[in-house]
């Protein structure tokens, strides 16, 4: 997997796929090739006013620019950010309107090219076992932590999807039954999203942090996070983390517990060698990764503690996004488009 240059072919490249990532936060696409080379890829922020429709347009209108790098494009892979109905219909849980949108069709009419659709945490699966940590795994979980949490299942080295196609949906786990379990999104109360996704995690941070701030006076407290007017990202707060700042290190370590359950659960649920966990939450590194590790072994049994290695994405922020490219590379080969 390499992020190419442009081959010249009559002045344009020969990129037979333009992949999408639908995210709840920020979009990219791509041009993208069956070996997994890339190239042009653009990178969007999602305005908090953008429903379905209108955050589909923006990306179409980046897709169109940069298909005038390719040669004779042949398909349209797309990552999208929920659940994805076996006729590809998709649902989002955390961006209005999707309900409404044919997005199959809207992107076929808009690029006069068949079109794949898998949701990103199937995509990440995909993208991480072919080109990145998973690579030599035969059984793997791929977990995504970032605006909500989603995941893909290998088997195998093959993808699961499961009888309904929503394996993996590792997100909508319920972990926190009961009258005060907090709710996210269009999700059940309780549900692990709702725990320990990046837009959680912010949450209980700007929380926190109000809470000092009444303890000890808001003037001594991260001018630079107030200019934010109070709310928080998962990334502040795993920042503040490193910094050993006590408020951060509570939040980061109750949305560790909740993870950590969640991943224990589906170590059991699929028994697997490995878990690769990607999203914007797992940039934080090591201030994640070292409690996450012994927290997943104490909620597993005994017969499987130490077995299940637990790492970070190798793909970073374009996992998502090369898995789209690596799925429409295997749409490509089944369908003859190669």
């Known amino acids: 997997m ?51 429709t209108f955050w589909l347009r923006r990306l179409i209108q980046a897709g169109r620019e940069i298909c005038i790098h390719t040669a004779g494009l042949k398909l349209v892979s797309v990552s999208f950010g929920g659940p994805v109905m076996p006729d590809g219909r998709v649902i989002s849980m955390h961006v209005a309107g999707w309900e409404k949108v044919d997005l199959r069709r809207e992107l076929s009419d808009a690029f006069g090219v068949p079109v794949c659709i898998e949701n990103d945490g199937n995509s990440g699966a995909v993208g991480e076992h072919r080109y990145g940590a998973g690579r030599g795994a035969h059984f793997m979980i791929y977990m995504t932590v970032s605006t909500g949490i989603g995941g893909g299942v290998i088997l195998g080295d093959h993808l699961y999807r499961g009888v309904h196609g929503m394996a993996g949906e590792f997100g909508h786990m319920v972990l926190h039954p009961g009258p005060n379990a907090p709710q996210f999104g269009f999700g059940k109360p309780g549900i692990l999203e709702a725990l320990a996704s990046g837009s959680m995690i912010g949450q209980q941070g700007s929380i ?6 009444s303890r000890v006076g808001k003037a001594q407290l991260f001018t630079e996070m107030e200019a934010k007017l109070g709310l928080l990202t998962g990334k502040d707060v795993f920042d503040a983390a490193r910094r050993k700042e006590g408020w951060a290190i509570e939040v980061r370590d109750a949305a560790v517990r909740h993870l950590a359950r969640g991943v224990a659960a589906a170590i059991c649920a699929y028994d697997v060698e490995l878990v690769v966990i990607g999203g914007g939450v797992a940039m934080a590194g090591d201030v994640l990764f070292v409690p996450l590790r012994k927290e997943v072994n104490n909620y597993l049994p005994a017969f499987l503690e130490g077995k299940v290695e637990v790492v970070q994405a190798a793909l970073g922020d374009h996992g998502a996004l090369l898995g789209a490219v690596a799925s429409g590379s295997d749409y490509m080969q089944k369908h003859n488009l190669l």
């Open 2 to 52: 390499k992020e190419g240059g442009l081959s010249e072919n009559g002045g344009k490249a020969a990129f037979p796929i333009l992949a999408f990532d639908f995210g709840g936060t920020r979009g990219r696409c791509c041009l993208g090739a069956p070996d997994g080379s890339y190239a042009q890829v653009v990178a969007l922020e999602r305005s908090r006013d953008d429903d379905g």
């Open 208 to 213: 926190a942090r109000e809470k000092m701030g």
